[in-house]
């Protein structure tokens, strides 16, 4: 049977951070043209005629592709990837894809995401910052079961403190009470409920709003839910683990 990644372009490994045992920061670099895309947009990446979407942390000034990848142990996909060390290559589609983008028409956007699905957002806060845009307003909710898997909270924290007025950041984890969260301090429960608490304390006008939801399909079913009959705009990205 044909490989069907065969005659893709390749991108390079260039950088790789292991978080956890299942969770990992790539940088792949395409070789020869510049890959194009919009903040918020995905890739779709190819190793041994398997291939699985992935959105990109990275911005587009950055010249690199920066994925996220949590491990599925019997996926297609991911177990081969974490076999790849530095210089090994992978093949990446030549567009990218995707319409889970900043909404610019409105000047307040509610992001909701688990471990993963912090993804597009990063990109399109990087890229807002890189840019030097203004008149936008973020409230940015990270959720994840342990304090480690939170991965960005780092950066999301240094950008809320460089743009007090812009940027909002609220991180929590959902199982407080472990011991791998031991020395957490922050906000406690899951992610959705979290923003509920917070999202009538904001008072932002709906017709000025968007609703991101990126992540765990339990947690974007949850916010749709509610946040669709009150009136609020609303999108979604969901993972699919395989």
Known sequence: MANPTANLPIATLIGRTDITEDLMVVKIRPDGASFDFKPGQYCTLG??????????????????????????????LTPKLWNLKLGDSVSVRPRAKGI??????????????????????????????????????????????YQDELTYDKELQLLSEQYPES??????????????????????GRVNAIYESYIDKLDLP??????????????????????????????EERFWKE
Not at 211 to 231: F, L, N, Q, R, W
Request: hydrophobic content about 35%; aromatic content about 12%.
């Open 167 to 188: 940027i909002y950041f609220i991180p929590t984890v959902s199982r407080p009470e472990e011991e791998r969260n031991s020395e957490w301090t922050g906000v406690k």
């Open 100 to 145: 889970f983008t900043m909404n610019s028409k409105v000047h307040n956007h509610v992001m909701i995401g688990t471990v993963t699905g912090i993804v597009p957002y990063i990109s399109i806060l990087r890229s807002y910052v890189h840019d030097n845009r203004q008149g936008h307003t973020f409230y940015v909710f990270l959720g994840a079961s």
């Open 47 to 76: 190793k041994d005629g398997i291939e699985r979407a992935y959105s990109i942390a990275s911005a587009p000034h950055e010249g690199y592709l920066e994925l996220f990848i949590e491990l599925v142990p019997d996926g297609a």
């Open 206 to 235: 709906k017709e000025d709003t968007f609703i991101y939801t990126c992540g765990h399909p339990g947690m974007i079913e949850d916010v749709k839910s509610k946040a669709i009959p009150k009136g609020w705009n609303f999108i």
